[in-house]
T-cell receptor, first 107, second 113 residues
Framework: RKEVEQDPGPFNVPEGATVAFNCTYS??????FFWYRQDCRKEPKLLMS???SGNEDGRFTAQLNRASQYISLLIRDSKLSDSATYLC????????FGTGTSLTVIP | NAGVTQTPKFQVLKTGQSMTLQCAQDMNHEYMSWYRQDPGMGLRLIHY???????DQGEVPNGYNVSRSTTEDFPLRLLSAAPSQTSVYFC????????????FGDGTRLSIL
């Protein structure tokens, strides 16, 4: 069983839409959780950490549900520039990356 | 603040050649790691290190060696390049693996002919 499972998409949404990604993890002892963004042929970049109480950064909201072992990312008012692959990351002995969810925002 | 620096950015090798991909960080991070990413695929962990003198294997270590003689540097060696090792290689570092996120270099694009 993979440490982290993520719906690969693709998600194609119009500008201004709200879109949500989910990610499940298998190790209940996992300590930290992150969302990264990766543009085509570029390095992954930290989008935001995910805290137990949930956290927001502008149009982005991250949630953690330890009981069900999943994390989520909500993007409101999607922009063309949000088009990218979004990776969820869970820590343990190492950093465990999901395979990524592809988002394309359409004009 | 340079962050994580990878060299070279591009490299073409012939089958059987060896080479070293360099990775250096100036953030005094203890945790460093190497990933490969094939087209349309996710990141796969090759090797990682939790501090100077300590390394461990990841998911796909075969054909690669690493060493960590200093906190700053974590080179990745291809022993005898094979076409299957054609990929984009990313180095990343973190203050620790429990609570702090990783910061990535901008990658080395490697082609093996």
């Amino acid at each position: 069983r993979k440490e982290v499972e993520q719906d690969p998409g693709p998600f194609n949404v119009p500008e201004g839409a709200t879109v949500a990604f989910n990610c499940t993890y298998s190790n209940s002892a996992s300590q930290s959780f992150f969302w990264y963004r990766q543009d085509c042929r570029k390095e992954p970049k930290l989008l935001m950490s995910v805290y137990s109480s949930g956290n927001e950064d502008g149009r982005f909201t991250a949630q953690l549900n330890r009981a069900s072992q999943y994390i989520s990312l909500l993007i409101r008012d999607s922009k063309l520039s949000d088009s990218a692959t979004y990776l969820c990351v869970v820590t343990g002995n190492q950093f465990y990356f999901g395979t990524g969810t592809s988002l394309t925002v359409i004009p | 603040n340079a962050g994580v620096t990878q060299t070279p950015k591009f490299q073409v090798l012939k089958t059987g050649q060896s080479m070293t991909l360099q990775c250096a960080q100036d953030m005094n991070h203890e945790y460093m790691s190497w990933y490969r990413q094939d087209p349309g695929m996710g990141l796969r962990l090759i090797h990682y290190s939790v501090g100077a003198g300590i390394t461990d294997q990841g998911e796909v270590p075969n054909g690669y060696n690493v060493s960590r003689s200093t906190t700053e540097d974590f080179p990745l060696r291809l022993l005898s390049a094979a076409p299957s090792q054609t990929s984009v290689y990313f180095c990343a570092s973190s203050r620790n693996r429990e609570h702090q996120p990783q910061h990535f270099g901008d990658g080395t694009r490697l082609s093996i002919l």
